[in-house]
């Protein structure tokens, strides 16, 4: 079913990454299946070991800056976690419409700005692989304020640095707790990616929301013309 947004309404469209323009699949097979045996195999401990201290070393800091820091993880693991990311880099890719979606909002005169708690050297992992930085009109790290995305203090910091009406914006996300940070910083339109995993089937955590971009290309393509 088409999901209906009133274009005429918005100047910003402002999209997560991973799960949201990106395969989830490449973040969830690295952080839950791959780094645990990589360390596993350098330290001699079990993998079971390795993805027990992971999780409750990760529980701490669920929905903060340091759960998204990979020089955090770097450190924790003792491994070189590029490196080691950049071993999955064959399953780095868009999701469905995701490019055709992109595409379609570069012809118009809304920005497009990325807006990712990615740390900015996996950013740049993903570029290497797929360019977004020449489809979007920014890219923005909330490494670069100090706070993630599920904290207030980035969507202030946000506004402010790129002169964002939030009452005229649009964002999309796959977590549930980003999109409540987004919503109450008052932006007119929040939807969730109910497939951000390619591997896995969509899933519903939030109000409202969208399996992939097709949805959107209807009303997006008749206003263009209109
Ligand atoms: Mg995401």
Known sequence: MPYEINWNQIDDVLLDMDGTLLDLHYDATFWLENVHRIVAELTGQS???????????????????????TDRWAQFFGIDLLAAKRELAHLIRFRPHARAFLDALASTDMRTLIATN???????????????????????????????????????????????????AVFMDDSPRVLDAADRAGIREVIEIRHPNLAEPPRSTWKQGIDDFDVLLPSLTAWMRS
């Open 118 to 168: 990615a740390h900015p050297d996996v950013i740049q992992l993903k570029l290497d692989v797929v360019p977004l930085e020449s489809m979007v009109d920014g890219i923005v790290s909330s490494h670069n304020y100090g706070v993630a995305k599920e904290h207030p203090e980035f969507w202030r910091q946000l506004f402010a640095e790129h002169d964002i009406n939030p009452k005229r």
């Open 47 to 69: 993998e079971s070991e390795v993805r027990a201290a992971f999780l409750s070393e990760l529980k701490q800091h669920e929905g903060t800056l340091a759960w998204y820091c």
